[in-house]
T-cell receptor, first 122, second 110 residues
Framework: SAVISQKPSRDICQRGTSLTIQCQVD?????MFWYRQQPGQSLTLIAT?????????ESGFVIDKFPISRPNLTFSTLTVSNMSPEDSSIYLC???????????????????FGPGTRLLVL | GENVEQHPSTLSVQEGDSAVIKCTYS??????FPWYKQELGKRPQLIID?????GEKKDQRIAVTLNKTAKHFSLHITETQPEDSAVYFC?????????FGTGTRLTIIP
């Protein structure tokens, strides 16, 4: 599977400021995703980021609040803008990774997650 | 859009016994169903997945079953061990996007 890293691993920010989270993959991938995981909750998809096109946002998430960049096939950033305490959460990137099952001729895609960025907004 | 329900929300099992977690989904076009394990402070890790062309898949102590007619799938862990304690998430997808269940906190009692 792909090796995925995120920076920063954690941060404490003041309300009204912005934080940019970086996601780096050790191999080229087509699909990258950004999720939010609020404390004790499940994972919620923020947006899908494809290289060379605008990110596709899920209902409840907007580009002005969560601008995303995808400059190449191994890197993406998510910015959390004008932060409030409600933005305190873990932000995770994931990638869709194609692999060929043993003995098979076709490839299957699976999704792997980065280690996450733990954000606290005061 | 897709909606995934997961039960139970918490599960305590004696070490060595089996654990079963169940999920239902709403979109009949969904065709991919992964399970992730998330330990405290760690990233979700894929432990097993199943695609709609099979009904069951097994990997050592872990198995997943899929009933497309009823739109539900289940995770089975046999001979549970303390290291199985974690939060487990099911998910469903009809393409690239995953929709996650609400999670099950599994505790293995020594």
């Amino acid at each position: 599977s792909a090796v995925i890293s995120q920076k920063p691993s954690r941060d404490i920010c003041q309300r009204g400021t912005s934080l940019t989270i970086q996601c780096q993959v050790d191999s080229q991938v087509t699909m990258m995703f950004w999720y939010r995981q609020q404390p004790g909750q499940s994972l919620t998809l923020i947006a899908t980021a494809n290289q060379g096109s605008e990110a596709t946002y899920e209902s409840g998430f907007v580009i002005d609040k969560f601008p995303i960049s995808r400059p190449n096939l191994t890197f993406s950033t998510l910015t959390v803008s004008n932060m409030s305490p409600e933005d305190s959460s873990i932000y995770l990137c994931s990638v869709e990774w194609a692999s060929r099952p043993s003995g098979r001729a076709w490839y299957q895609e699976t999704q792997y997650f980065g280690p996450g960025t733990r954000l606290l907004v005061l | 859009g897709e909606n995934v329900e997961q039960h139970p929300s918490t599960l305590s099992v004696q070490e060595g016994d089996s654990a079963v977690i169940k999920c239902t989904y709403s979109d009949s076009a969904s065709n991919y169903f992964p399970w992730y394990k998330q330990e405290l402070g760690k990233r979700p890790q894929l432990i097993i997945d199943i695609r709609s062309n099979v009904g069951e898949k097994k990997d050592q102590r872990i198995a997943v079953t899929l009933n497309k007619t009823a739109k539900h799938f289940s995770l089975h862990i046999t001979e549970t061990q303390p290291e199985d304690s974690a939060v487990y998430f099911c998910a469903a997808s009809r393409g690239e996007k995953l929709t996650f269940g609400t999670g099950t906190r599994l505790t293995i009692i020594p």
